[in-house]
RNA sequence: UCUUCCUUAGCUCAGCCGGUUAGAGCACUUGACUGUUAAUCAAGGGGUCCUUGGUUCGAGCCCAAGAGGGAGAGCCA
């Protein structure tokens, strides 16, 4: 018999006909006489009942029938008798696929800690919490595709090996084939002429250098993929591995830059009130009351957009007594970002023109010469949800602030030959995914909105 | 990396001032129950009190170091 997906079963009022179902035991309630059985299959968070009448079955022949087990079960769809579904399968046949030795197996019908749930992180995705937050997890990398491919945007593979020590942002992972016990040292220093790629190379930490080569061809790009940070960083919002979205459009400015931010982010939160609905409805019952309130709010409202220098005058004469000191030219803390958003606007802001010396190279200079086109984008709860900017699009001033810096301009080349030949204007931001899953999921740990979290210390499974 | 808190049964947690045999709920096993909804009721089994060292007549509890985890900070997305 073909098997039919719980999800759709669920929806059918095609009482009476024989119906087949394939997935995982959540729970078993016996009686005498009758038995229920909770199954799930992963298609939608809701489990069908199954009947079991006992007396039909031959002794022992449920005994594996557990939670955790997978069963195959045919039988009769029809309207259920007790409260709490609308239908339900009256079971003919039930087989066990894979018993779940009730001893061992570490899921229970009850509650368990997020902090337990990682640390047996092969087997979470089968609770309800986990199926919710990986099904929004694709609905929200398809929206990512479906937001810009209907905005004409072409989709670009930039690499994840990368032999440039420049992009900037962060310690970076190294990739190397050489044997780790004989490393070739000359003077003190490594020889990467017998490595694989014959020079030092590492894990990317951002698309967005390739991005801007192919923008400025084909006008709008954007990236989404794998990005490293070699940081040791301990906190709820990092990762070592995470996922990122790089869109780079050639001729927009700072302006452009933060409409298409804004339409960006409002358009993947509609997508999940629109397509998640069970799945936000759940979330939103065990971790978060305000959940789809505050989904709402942020569809509804526009963004608050200051400069760095307004905002900075803000928090001085706030009255609130910040741990640390507010002061022109220095970045703002956690505190300050923070109160803005959640205690002055109660909105998501975009913070821009901050000083040049606390943002990266290829930031657009401001006439002022203090301060560049960047853009943060700060988020109730989470912080730092994009940071962008336009980019410096002239030669001259773009290899003057590399020099600046100390940067290798032999290795930035090709980066800087865009520049020299057939420069534009153009900007770009980058949208942490797993900051927009915290978001829309509700939690509270970046470590439970990816299904494999890599941490400093913590690369299981 | 810094600050701070935590680590006791499969899970969540209690454990008094340092004192005899370490507890509860859930889970599990067995039994009862004709429709349950995290079913209910009864009985039973289950412990490297994170590790190492120390103080003490005596340590789950006090001290030191280490490991792992949480929260906050820095770095950032």
């Not at 560049?372 to 709860?381: E, I, N, Q, S």
Request: proline share 3%.
């Amino acid at each position: 018999m073909q098997r039919i997906k719980i999800k759709d079963l669920l929806k059918s009022t095609n009482y009476g006909s024989k119906v087949c179902i394939k997935g995982w035991v959540r729970s078993k309630r016996d009686s005498k006489t009758v038995a229920f059985v909770a199954i799930n299959d992963g298609s939608i968070i809701h489990n069908i009942q199954a009947v079991i009448d006992t007396p039909n079955f031959e002794e022992d022949y449920l005994k594996d029938v557990q939670t955790g087990a997978c069963v195959k079960i045919e039988g009769t769809l029809v309207q259920s008798q007790g409260k709490g579904q609308s239908v339900e399968i009256q079971a003919s046949s039930v087989e066990v696929y894979g018993k779940a030795d009730p001893e061992t197996f570490p899921l229970q019908k009850k509650g368990h800690s997020l902090e337990f749930l990682r640390e047996i992180a092969h087997l979470r995705p089968r609770t309800n919490t986990f199926g919710a937050i990986l099904r929004m997890r694709h609905a929200m990398a398809f929206a990512v595709h479906q937001f810009f491919n209907s905005k004409g945007f072409v989709y670009v593979h930039t690499p994840i090996i990368t032999g440039a020590d420049c992009e900037g942002a962060g310690e970076m992972f190294r990739v190397t084939t050489m044997d780790l016990k004989k490393i070739p040292i000359e003077n003190g220093q490594v020889n990467f002429e017998n490595d694989f790629f014959g020079k030092e190379t590492s894990l990317t930490v951002s698309g967005q250098l390739n991005g801007e080569l192919a923008a400025m061809a084909l006008g709008e790009i954007y990236t989404f993929g794998p990005t490293f940070r070699a940081e040791n960083s301990n906190t709820s919002r990092h990762l070592a591995e995470f996922w990122m979205i790089e869109p780079e459009v050639a001729f927009n400015e700072l302006d452009d830059n933060m409409n298409l931010a804004e339409d960006f982010l409002k358009y993947l939160v509609k997508y999940a009130l629109e397509n998640c609905s069970d799945d936000l409805e759940f979330l939103t019952n065990l971790y978060d009351k305000e959940l789809i309130n505050k989904l709402k709010f942020v569809v509804e409202n526009d963004f608050i957009r200051l400069t760095y220098t307004e905002g900075v005058e803000i928090l001085k004469h706030c009255g609130h007594k910040f741990e640390y000191k507010v002061d022109w030219g220095t970045d703002l803390q956690s505190e300050h970002e923070r109160y803005l958003v959640e205690k002055h606007f109660k909105k998501p802001v975009i913070l821009t023109n901050y000083p040049k010396e606390i943002k990266a190279f290829y930031m657009k200079q401001d006439a002022d010469g203090k301060t560049v086109r960047a853009m943060d984008v700060l988020f109730p709860g989470i912080g730092e949800i994009i940071g962008g900017s336009q980019r410096e699009e002239n030669y001259e001033k773009l290899i003057a602030r590399v020099r600046e810096l100390g940067m290798s301009e032999k290795e930035l080349w090709w980066y800087l030959d865009t520049r020299k030949f057939g420069t534009a204007p153009h900007a770009g931001f980058g949208l942490g995914f797993e900051r927009l899953m915290l978001f829309v999921t509700g939690m509270g740990n970046i470590r439970d909105v990816i299904p494999f979290p890599r941490t400093p210390k913590n690369a299981e499974f």
